[in-house]
């Protein structure tokens, strides 16, 4: 339940709703009779944490445990930020409204580069020392997960353990081991000496770092018996592993209002750009009566009426069509939809529109990320025109006007005539349009082209590319906008200076570390957010800490360079991505993971589609 | 098909959800409750559902009703246990009854404002004058901006207590379909006339018929 202090300036704040807790499954548990608390800190506002699945399954996997008792908390918009730091009202939980410093663990998710702003600033609510040397006791132990753990480093004076990988199994792990240490009256150091022996923890603190007078990393050394590679988690067997049967149910309506559903993890495709694609390898599949049986539960817990068959690459199940059968039995009769909520331009089909409520009447999107097909080639985004111009035209004919495509400007080799590319693929499909037969009739043709700024990212085969300047970046989005002859065409893109930010972050070291901390104490917060966005101030505090964002970002780099993340292993060999990174420099493409195997490495955890037959 | 009335109260965490987000609440929580509620027909059927009168967002609600239609005959008593028990803990089943008025005959409602004060006294003392004034005049946000407007023929004085550091006020105010006068305007006159900022928890406790008594 919520600080009774915080009634008052509830009547002040924007959705108060956030900051109240109070929903049907969140998890109340007696403080007294617990021996691990534990905070989930999602560092965004309510209604995008609370749409993350992520945080359902750990929620519940930690909950499940009765000795540990999980509460979560995300960041207060600024609105309630001001009126907190006004009244001196400390970051606090919503299950229990107990302050976040009263907790053993504090953990955050790593989602996303432009949040590490918010990461920090919510440990300043919560009153926390912000590095982890200013925290001496084995309370609070600061801890994160998820995607951006891959390269860990601007963070690593913050955070006193990572976890990489999959945390359902590891996350468990530390808990317990801390469990362990506080009956002991183990202190903190020999807690992060233990912690550093688990696989898939990292203890940045157990590591030394020497830097080349060009600022590149010399070495990492590893100390007091830590691994000098760590390994990430990797939970093997889907089918075994936890997923919830329910979770809390949001009282004021979040941005995925629906059942959620892994039905798989990891992705076969290899395009070059994805990190996703990498770090979440070997793809795993559940089995259809897992999913049934995962769908049916959380139905019946949570009253949703929709279902999100969840993945990076749902219509890559293996049998699709079977899993659609069998949910199909219970599903219309309880008056529950199915979504998918990513959908490939290669099997887009009528048959498979009619079976699942993807996506309404007003608009399709999918995502051919470049526009010629040489640029596809170079990202391994094995997609071709025909086959976007067959889905545009299944797509009218089914009664879909407005379409939206997906791309990326700033890739590695790209070329002003790929850029334009883009506009001639927008063309086309509007050409296919009115060349269509079926198409519905009275309603106008809108295609809508967004162009996102690339962002290189660790362990994809782009780690070495050196990101576009922001100059020409600009420029290309100019030629974008400026080049559009088409009034059934319009062009959007974003931000050519955030993802310069994020560029910067992905591949940083640990130097940064002093630039976060200096932006916290100057308030920066939501940095993801347009509204509170300000790269002058950004480009400001990195000549205040010496240090230049273009190092990090628009640097190429060396294949013989040591990476700040080259001391963690996720599977991957770095020699495959550098074939991979060959590879796409000759615009020659890869198979994807079911028509061949590439040699990876991922299969040295004998999981998945690896051992699989294929 | 017979539609039956819902009455619930809607407080604590539950009162800082908007009419909107309740509906959904709601929607959920009849679907959980397996009861045989009607749906509207058409490409995206859902339950019905209709509320008689939405509460403000931050107030909460003792008695509030909402009217669902069933598609057979089941025990009421029986279906009220059933949705209570799939509904958050801030949103409690009363009782759901065969409804006697239609939502047009809701005409007030009655309310508790339980206003922080160092000096109950006084503020009581102050409150009196107000209200004895001719015309109360407040400025009301509407959707087009600021407007003056007189809450003096809406509102109704039931009752005053004072407690250590609280002032309890009781109050009927106009609630009905063709408009709702929100109480918490009383806060704003005295912030005009007595230049003090307020801060009230507000309670609507009943809604009533146009001669005072309970809507049924």
Known sequence: MYPKEIEKILQKVQKPGRYVGGEIHSVIKNKDEVDVRFTFCFPDIYEIGMSHLGIKILYGAFNQVPYFWCERVFAPWVDMEQQMLEKKIPLYALESGDPVKDFDFIGFTLQYELSYTNILNMLKLAGIPLRSEDRHDLFNIVVAGGPCACNPEPLADFFDLFFLGDGEEVDIEVMELYRQCKKEGVGKHEFLVRAAQIEGVYVPSLYNVEYNPDGTIKSYTPKEGAPAKVCKRNVNNMDGAYFPEAFPVPLIEVIHDRVSVEVLRGCIRGCRFCQAGFLYRPFREKSIETIDRQCRALCASTGYDEISLSSLSTSDYSSLNELLDCLHRWTEKAKVSLSLPS?????????????????????????????????????????????????????????????????????????????????????????????????????????????????????????????????????????????????????????????????????????????????????????????????????????????????????????????????????????????????????????NCREKCSNCGAACYKGGICVENR | MKTVRVWFSKTGAAKYISHLDLTRCMARALKLSKLPVWYTEGFNPHIYMTFAMPLSLGTEGLRECMDIRLTEGIDLTEAAKKLAENLPKDIAVLEITEPVLGFDATAYAEYELSINSEEPQVLADSIDDILSQDSIIVMKHTKKGEKEFDIKPHFTLLDKQTGPGLLRVKLRASCSQEGSVNPALLLEAVKRYENVELYAEITRIRLLTKDFSDMR
């Open chain 1, 343 to 591: 959908l490939r331009v290669d099997n887009f089909s009528p048959e498979l529109m009619e079976r699942v409520n993807s996506v309404r009447k007003s608009g399709l999107t999918f995502a051919p990320e470049a526009g010629s097909q040489r640029m596809r080639d170079v990202i391994n985004k094995n997609v071709t025109e025909e086959e976007l111009l067959r889905t545009v035209n299944v797509a009218f004919a089914e009664g879909w006007t407005r379409i939206k495509l997906y791309f990326m400007i700033g890739l590695p080799t790209e070329t002003i005539d790929d850029v334009l590319a883009i506009l001639e693929l927008g063309k086309k499909v509007v050409d296919a349009f009115f060349a269509n037969k079926e198409k519905p009739r009275g309603k106008p043709v809108e295609v809508s082209l967004s162009a996102a700024a690339f962002v290189p990212k660790p362990f994809t085969p782009f780690q070495w590319f050196g990101q576009d300047s922001m100059e020409l970046l600009h420029e290309k989005q100019h030629e974008l906008k400026a080049n559009n002859r088409s009034r059934r065409v319009s062009v959007s893109y974003h931000g050519a200076e955030t993802s310069f930010l994020e560029a910067v972050f992905a591949r940083g070291d640990r130097r940064l570390c002093a630039v976060l901390e200096r932006a916290i104490e100057q308030g920066f917060h939501f940095d993801s957010w347009d509204e509170c966005f300000d790269f002058a101030r950004w480009m400001e505090l990195f000549e205040l800490c010496g240090l230049d964002p273009a190092f990090y970002a628009s640097r190429a780099r060396g294949f013989d360079e040591i990476f700040p993340w080259d001391h963690l292993d996720y599977g991957v060999r770095k020699e495959f991505l550098i074939e991979e990174c060959k590879r796409a420099y000759e615009g020659k493409t890869t198979p």
